[in-house]
């Protein structure tokens, strides 16, 4: 009911109205971008949300960052080196960079952000991504040293990572509320946040890189409806949505104003399983549901297209391996799984969905439909973003749920996640994890993916998750936008370099 209410007032009123209501006026040096849900909080240590790091990727910086290749490259440390084991990291940073507030950049900052995420008593659900660090030392002003207690093979793109933003440490001392009023070094620094509406940010003018950015601004405004998105986009109203619909996209390809940047995205999309619960403890209705999703057709219909996968990473990636063969859509096969399965297969089953992705809504329709066909029951529940990350994911409060794992940079930052025992699927492989462990400790690119491809071929074998594959991301953008980028891993926007074409 709330979503067709919006739908026939912007019928009404047209969306420029709507967007007056309560909002500020067009300002033309700033990008105005239609998200598809509210961040859960705007403190990049205190959540693994997507929505929250594609925001604060603009108003915090990291020591490194990847490049638009995705290469690991210099950011506040200017330069590093590392001893012969790899486990004494030295770091330089740069000096002259001031956070938004007025204080300068140094060492002491570092030291208090790190303390900060690795403090129990914080509980960062990124503590774990930061590896076996046991000391974080200011040298001098401008040098950094991190001990690690083993060699730790993903340290770099940890720390490249948006969970690895510098905070100031007067702020983090003072136990400042960066949830609420983020402060940074960024290219753009915060002004306000709306609840359910907006979030503006301004240029930080005194932003250490040369020429950047070129924009006045950046205001998220907070879409969840699709159809809001794509007619604000056709009538200037957006320079940039962030989600286009399938039966949308030649909509936006043959609009005289707008554009598609089409990629293979670094999702993984998948239908999680509750192994705690019966009955997806058992590994037969697991490999069950498998063969009854048609992953293509999830995919196409659900997705726009994509790319089919048999377990835990995107199929981009160069530790990837195709186990798609393994469980392939075969519902007389899932029939004869749940018949000989030792569990009770009689009971509801509850699927999740966080509800401002529509994408994800329709996936989790199809999925309804597929596992009925084989004799499931199974009902659909619909649940706010900030519900999902809080029940499903932070409790594990559920039976199965739809959802895209972003990418990383490093296969430890996904497949690290499993080995916890607080991972929400519930599901743990004494092998698998010493695999996974093993690859943390190696620096050798070839021994790490033999080791990897193992630890895949295990989840493949056990599915936790439905593993239907990667999707095409589709982002719709107004044809003066130029040098838009958004991180193919990390899945979040990189305005400093954006500018508007005169016309």
């Given at each position: 009911m709330k979503r067709l209410l919006l739908i026939l007032l912007i019928t009404t009123v047209g969306i420029s109205q709507l967007l007056a209501f309560g909002q500020s006026e067009r300002d033309d040096e700033s990008l105005r971008l239609a998200m598809s849900g509210n961040p859960d909080t705007l403190d990049p240590q205190a959540t693994p949300g997507t929505l929250t790091f594609q925001v604060t990727r603009s108003i915090y910086d990291t020591l490194v960052e990847p490049d638009v290749d995705g290469e690991i490259v210099p950011a506040l440390a200017a330069s590093w080196e590392a001893d012969d084991d790899a486990t004494v990291w030295t770091f330089h940073l740069r000096e002259g960079v001031r956070f938004h507030h007025g204080a300068d950049l140094s060492a002491d900052d570092v030291v208090a952000t790190f303390e900060r995420m690795l403090d129990e008593e914080f509980a960062s659900p990124n503590a774990d991504e930061l590896g076996p660090i046991e000391n974080i030392q200011a040298i001098d002003d401008h040098t950094v040293r991190i001990t690690l207690g083993e060699p730790y093979a993903p340290l770099l793109a940890s720390l490249a990572s948006s969970w690895s933003a510098i905070l100031p440490a007067d702020l983090v001392e003072e136990e400042h509320d960066f949830g609420a009023v983020p402060v940074g070094t960024g290219p753009f620094r915060f002004r306000e946040w709306v609840q359910d509406s907006r979030i503006v940010l301004d240029r930080h003018d005194g932003y250490w890189m040369d020429g950047a950015p070129q924009i006045?601004?950046?205001?998220?405004?907070?879409?969840?409806?699709?159809?809001?998105?794509?007619?604000?986009?056709?009538?200037?109203?957006?320079?940039?949505?962030?989600?286009?619909?399938?039966?949308?996209?030649?909509?936006?390809r043959e609009h005289p104003e707008t554009r598609l940047d089409e990629t293979l995205s670094s999702l993984a999309m998948v239908l999680s399983m509750n192994t705690r619960r019966e009955p997806l403890d058992s590994v037969d209705v697991r490999r069950a549901i498998t063969h009854a999703v048609n992953k293509e057709q999830v995919l196409d219909i659900a997705y726009g297209g994509g790319e089919v996968g048999g377990t835990f990473m995107d199929t981009g990636d160069v530790y990837h391996r195709d186990f798609s063969d393994r469980y392939p859509y075969d519902p007389d096969a899932a029939r004869e799984l749940l018949a000989g399965a030792d569990a009770d297969v009689g009971r509801t089953l509850t699927i999740a969905v966080p509800q401002n992705y529509e994408a994800h809504v329709n996936a989790g329709q199809l999925y309804q439909q597929m596992l009925e066909d084989v004799g499931l029951d199974v009902e659909l529940k619909l649940v706010e973003w900030s519900t999902w990350l809080s029940d499903v994911y932070g409790d594990g409060d559920f039976d199965l749920t739809v959802i895209g794992h972003t990418g990383k940079l490093d296969p430890e930052g996904r497949l690290g996640d499993l080995t916890s025992e607080r991972f929400y699927t519930g599901w743990q492989n004494a092998e698998f994890n010493e695999l996974v462990r093993a690859a943390r400790r190696t620096a050798d690119v070839e021994e790490r993916q033999e080791l990897y491809a193992e630890a895949l071929e295990i989840l493949a074998e056990e599915v936790p998750m439905v593993f239907t594959g990667t999707n095409y991301r589709y982002i719709g953008l107004r044809r003066h936008v130029r040098d838009f980028h958004m991180d193919g891993k990390l899945d979040t926007y990189d305005f400093r370099r954006v500018h508007f074409l005169n016309e």
């Open positions: 006045g601004g950046v205001v998220f405004f907070i879409i969840e409806e699709p159809s809001v998105q794509l007619q604000g986009l056709l009538t200037g109203d957006f320079d940039v949505i962030d989600t286009v619909q399938p039966e949308s996209l030649d909509r936006v």
